[in-house]
T-cell receptor, first 112, second 114 residues
């Protein structure tokens, strides 16, 4: 089946630093989604990407849909303590409905 | 975006019993999904629920163990049947973003089976 690998698996960064994480797949996806999950909560959608090469921003977050359609990147600029959490990518192939496959997750810790 | 609630938020159950989890969406949606998330792990899709038809189960999940109902366009239930400690997990429901290729999630149900 499809597998989405995220890297790094976890990271510690200093408050104010920029963060980069990526997601790679063995298969092509038509949609890439990025979620953040806080402890004890469900995942919250951050950014949705629908077109190869697309670059989309949401505040301090920027994500890109890789041109090969097998990868995606998420950048967080000027990190703050509330950025702590687990970030998941998800790839989708709409075939009448949106069924997605989730990545392995990147755990982010921000040191004040 | 859709706002999704789940009940119960958590439960502790005895081996061999069953628990039904409810998922309510604040707007009509076409597809609803049920996921399982083991502690510290990613999300695994259990099944997709479409109103008016049988749920579609992923490999490794069967209807006898995880029966699902979808009586209308805003509500679904997942039952975890004949539970064992291996069923201890977080169960999440999600709904498609109507008109958008996205999914929105509920807060999850934390299940501990003793």
């Amino acid at each position: 089946g499809q597998q989405l690998n995220q890297s790094p698996q976890s990271m510690f960064i200093q408050e104010g630093e920029d963060v980069s994480m990526n997601c790679t797949s063995s298969s092509i996806f038509n949609t890439w989604l990025w979620y953040k999950q806080d402890p004890g909560e469900g995942p919250v959608l951050l950014i949705a990407l629908y077109k190869a090469g697309e670059l989309t921003s949401n505040g301090r977050l920027t994500a890109q849909f890789g041109i090969t359609r097998k990868d995606s990147f998420l950048n967080i600029s000027a990190s703050i303590p509330s950025d702590v959490g687990i970030y998941f990518c998800a790839g989708g192939n709409s075939g009448g409905y949106q069924k997605v496959t989730f990545g392995t997750g990147t755990k982010l810790q921000v040191i004040p | 975006s859709a706002v999704i609630s789940q009940k119960p938020s958590r439960d502790i159950c005895q081996r061999g019993t069953s628990l039904t989890i409810q998922c309510q969406v604040d707007s009509q949606v076409t597809m609803m999904f049920w996921y399982r998330q083991q502690p510290g792990q990613s999300l695994t899709l259990i099944a997709t629920a479409n109103q008016g038809s049988e749920a579609t189960y992923e490999s490794g999940f069967v209807i006898d163990k995880f029966p699902i109902s979808r009586p209308n366009l805003t509500f679904s239930t997942l039952t975890v049947s004949n539970m064992s400690p291996e069923d201890s997990s977080i169960y999440l429901c999600s709904a498609d973003g109507t008109g958008q290729e996205t999914q929105y999630f509920g807060p999850g149900t934390r299940l501990l089976v003793l």
